[in-house]
């Protein structure tokens, strides 16, 4: 009889001693969020303002580990990790307080350009994109070297 009730106490122990490890309330994940501000036109030669806010739901981030702006020509970027791509432009963000994060650019050329955000912030990374149209776009050979690339990429 001793040893039940001696083995009722420890697993009655062990029960307790694992419940106060556990959490009632369960801490929900937010993730890193990024609203990119990008034109959807500009013309050849204009300076055009890039604005990032960053935020943890409600939270703005004052003080993210990196933000930098990338942009390239559309199509004309390669197809890698690594930001070390030639055929792209790379420039760290100003940080403006209140989760605001900018930057300015200007084009020389007419054609569609790609601009991404790279935001690392609390051990999270994210880099949404946008793109703009500069002064007359792509050229309709160049859209269509587009569409034929899009569609061999699919087709893969």
């Given at each position: 009889m001793r040893k039940k009730l001696l083995s009722f106490f420890i697993i009655m122990l062990i029960l307790v001693l694992g419940a106060c490890g556990a959490s009632d309330e369960t801490e929900e994940?937010?993730?890193?969020?990024?609203?990119?501000q990008v034109p959807e036109t500009a013309d050849v030669g204009e300076t055009i303002p890039l604005k990032a806010t960053v935020g943890f739901g409600?939270?703005?981030?004052?003080?993210?580990d990196d933000v930098e702006f990338e942009v390239w020509e559309d199509g004309e970027k390669e197809?890698?990790?690594?930001?070390?791509?030639?055929?792209?432009?790379?420039?760290?963000?100003d940080n403006d307080g209140d989760g605001v994060y900018s930057g300015e650019?200007?084009?020389?050329?007419?054609?569609?350009?790609?601009?991404?955000?790279?935001?690392?912030?609390?051990?999270l990374h994210t880099m949404p994109l946008q793109k703009v149209t500069?002064?007359?776009?792509?050229?309709?050979?160049?859209?269509?070297?587009?569409?034929?690339?899009?569609?061999?990429?699919?087709?893969?």
């Open positions: 994940l937010t993730p890193l969020e990024v609203d990119l409600d939270k703005k981030v004052d003080d993210a197809d890698t990790l690594s930001m070390d791509d030639d055929s792209t432009d790379k420039f760290d963000a650019i200007s084009f020389d050329k007419d054609g569609v350009f790609v601009v991404q955000v790279h935001v690392t912030a609390e051990g500069v002064g007359e776009g792509a050229s309709e050979e160049d859209a269509a070297e587009d569409d034929q690339k899009d569609d061999e990429e699919e087709g893969k």
